[in-house]
């Protein structure tokens, strides 16, 4: 019979073993996980270098005709939008919007006008101009990998659909011998929208050849007044309803397609439509005719476009202007602040006493 001692170190090295082998699966399996998980996160970054983004930095409207939300924050903060989070510390926040006021106020009358936000506007709107021209570099690298300075609309084609999971190889193979490609309906939906930008982009005399700076307006139409025009285009025939190439206000204020689902719901429906409605008759309608042509929409598109820029400063000064005197102090900029950086600062009167 098995002694207590011999049965322990029996049990002892049972339990030594199974750890062992434990600590082995856990070994080989980790790898393979994260091999994983880095091959997606890679095809996802590919994915967003190449892609047109959804969003412009300083462009009133989204690519699909939705209103810019955080335009007011961008042409005001430019390139120091990210540092006004809302975790941020208040007392941080509120030094960097101090130090904007200062920046703004060039007289240093100790208020900011019209003609002083205008020029604050274009400044910031320029930031950003300038940040998608360093991106583009990076980007177009990306498709361009010989370093030629040109890439054709097959190389990108190829370049986008290694993104989207397909072989690249494989791809390129069949692209080369004039193969047909199975692609799923939605992607070759995607391709066909990317394939009339390229040639939107591709400047006379075409040659479906795009260098860098062709790039940069496939990529960011605001940088191109011909891809602009495509970009209102492209959502004027998305909203237009009857054809006629001008937008109504009914047409403008329509509901994206879907159902009201709950009140909640129906509170986002109507501030959606309050806020196009008021958009359409005050800014986007220049001549108030109630119809809104293509070339007014450009106009309202074109973030580098003065006259909007002075129209948008006295916007901004008149939802703080609580003096009415046409121009802004620190205290009215501090208590709108959510308005101007997207983040809250509490006790703002109390603070600004502190601060000086």
Known sequence: MMSKQAFLCSLGSLYLSLLFVFLLMDVYARPANNSALKEKAVDSKDENEILPPD???????????HLNKEFHQEVFLGKEMEEFDEDSEPRRNRRKLMAIFSKVDINRDKKISAKEMQRWIMEKTEEHFQEAVEENKMHFRAVDPDGDGHVSW????????ASKGFNEKEIAEKIKNNEE???DEETQEVLDNLKDRWYQADNPPADLLLNEEEFLSFLHPEHSRGMLKFMVKEIIRDLDQDGDKKLTLSEFIS???GTVENQQAQDIDDDWVKDRKKEFEEVI???????V????LEEYMDPMNEYNALNEAKQMIAVADENQNHHLELEEILKYSEYFTGSK????????????
């Open 255 to 257: 509901l994206p397609v």
């Open 285 to 291: 309608d220049a001549n108030h005719d109630g119809i």
């Open 181 to 183: 490609l199975k692609i």
């Open 154 to 161: 097959d190389e990108y084609k190829i370049k986008f659909l």
């Open 55 to 65: 969003h412009l930095n300083g462009v009133k409207m989204e690519m699909d005709g």
């Open 293 to 296: 042509t293509m070339e007014e």
């Open 345 to 356: 600062l509490m006790d703002y009167a109390r603070n600004v006493h502190e601060e000086f």
